[in-house]
């Protein structure tokens, strides 16, 4: 017996169809670039963005460890936007692994910041003398950041000063099965291409990069930049989640895009709570009643 429609004339799948526009170009939409958002992140509130995003991830992980690679303050005289003291400071303390880098003529305003904190149990803080890509195989080395440590690590540079070695060690650290060290890596797209022009020496180009053919950015644009790196992140160091933040210049300054913040994780929910972080920066911090219950802990 003939079921209905069976053998008559079929009818073709959308994808089947003639196109409309024939000759109209193909369209890939970027994968990793983040989308107009509703409420911009302005460059003072980096420090912010990166500890509210930490107090979300302990309610998830209820412990850590942070390594701050470039982690002394830009601006000593505003403390509320220091990266390093804003997530020492977050409650709950149950980020336990602290590892604070930057170069020796710096690290006093560490110092000055590690005396200050009360003591919390099981939390150990330390300061890191010398250039990170040196003294990052030090702090690898440290048995606390093993393979089921939570760990995250800010590299907040200037512009070129991480060398692309230390983010390729970073990623490889843990073995196989275990969730690779979190990064959020700071890519100056506002002023990079001046700063490239700028360079007599290649190695540091060469060096940031971690290739030669660093020349072929010129040109690309910023969101161009942002898509070459989170496309690195991804296929080269084998992050499965990556996505490029846009940290933007205050609108009565311009209001365009300074610098990405590119957030690479294993953990799905990284994508999710940063997401979470970035709309909420304007908003009163969450009580950490009101954070127990809505992650589960009660
Ligand atoms: C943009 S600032 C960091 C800002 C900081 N994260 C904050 O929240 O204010 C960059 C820092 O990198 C440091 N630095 C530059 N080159 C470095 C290197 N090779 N190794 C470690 N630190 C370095 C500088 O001394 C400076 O403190």
Known sequence: ??????????????????????????????GSISQPMAAPVWTEQKAQLIARYLRYFVFITKHGAYIDGFSAPKDPDNPNSWAAKLVLDSEPRWLRQFYLCDLPDRTLHLDALV????????????????????????????PAISGKTATFC???????????????????HKG????????????AAGWLFRSLSGFKDSSIPEAWWGRSDWESLRGVGQDGLALRFSERFQSELGYRFVKAWPIYEREGAGGRIMFYMIHASDHPQAPVQMNRAYRNIV???????QLMFEYGQQ
């Open 283 to 289: 908003e009163p911090l969450e009580t950490v009643e």
């Open 1 to 30: 017996m003939k079921k209905k429609g069976a053998g008559g004339k079929r009818k073709p799948k959308a994808s089947e169809a003639p196109p409309l526009f024939p000759d109209s170009p193909v369209q890939l939409a970027p």
């Open 176 to 187: 196989p099965g275990f969730h690779k060290i979190e990064l959020f890596y700071f890519l």
């Open 115 to 142: 005396d200050a904190q009360p003591d919390v149990p099981n939390r150990t803080i330390e300061v890191v003398p010398g250039d990170f890509n040196a003294t990052v195989h030090r702090v690898l080395r440290s």
């Open 154 to 172: 800010l590299l907040d540079q200037f512009s070129t000063e991480c060398h692309w070695q230390t983010v390729r060690s970073l990623a490889q």
